[in-house]
């Protein structure tokens, strides 16, 4: 990992209040207003030297995330599993339509299919919290 200044004090502080923010809204059950939100982040972003967030911004764009789905599924008993064997085959049911998790946190739908000879999933909505 390449050597990066440390955030100032005064950075670290600009970032702190806007999630405390953030939270406070939430506890009290207000509900979130994405501009004022947006408004109170840029304003206290300004306050962080650009210089240091863009190679933070490019490093995280390269971390690597685990993309997982559960394709096929099915049901069966304690008993029947329990007397499964190497050989056996085990009948799955296909979705039709898939969660793509990222990183443990469902982030898209999608339909399973292929590409070029291989399997594939095909993104068909953008989850949003």
């Known amino acids: 990992m ?3 200044e440390v955030l100032s ?3 670290i502080d600009a970032l702190l209040n806007t999630v ?3 939270e406070k809204s ?3 059950g207000m509900t979130r207003d994405p501009q004022k939100t947006q408004a109170k982040a840029k304003n206290d972003l300004t306050k962080i ?3 240091r967030v863009m ?3 490019e490093e995280l764009m390269d971390v690597e995330m685990v993309v997982s789905s ?3 599924q ?3 008993t304690l008993g029947k599993l329990m007397n499964w064997q190497v050989g056996d085959f085990i009948s799955l049911e296909m979705n039709e339509v898939i969660t793509l998790d990222i990183a443990g946190t469902p982030g898209f739908t999608a339909t399973i299919g292929s590409t070029n000879d291989k399997r594939a999933v095909k993104i068909i909505k953008k989850i949003s919290y």
């Open 26 to 28: 939430t506890d009290e």
């Open 9 to 11: 004090q005064e950075e």
């Open 55 to 57: 190679p933070l911004k």
């Open 74 to 76: 099915t049901n069966s």
């Open 70 to 72: 559960i394709m096929a």
């Open 49 to 51: 030297n650009p210089n």
């Open 20 to 22: 405390e923010a953030e």
């Open 2 to 4: 390449a050597d990066r």
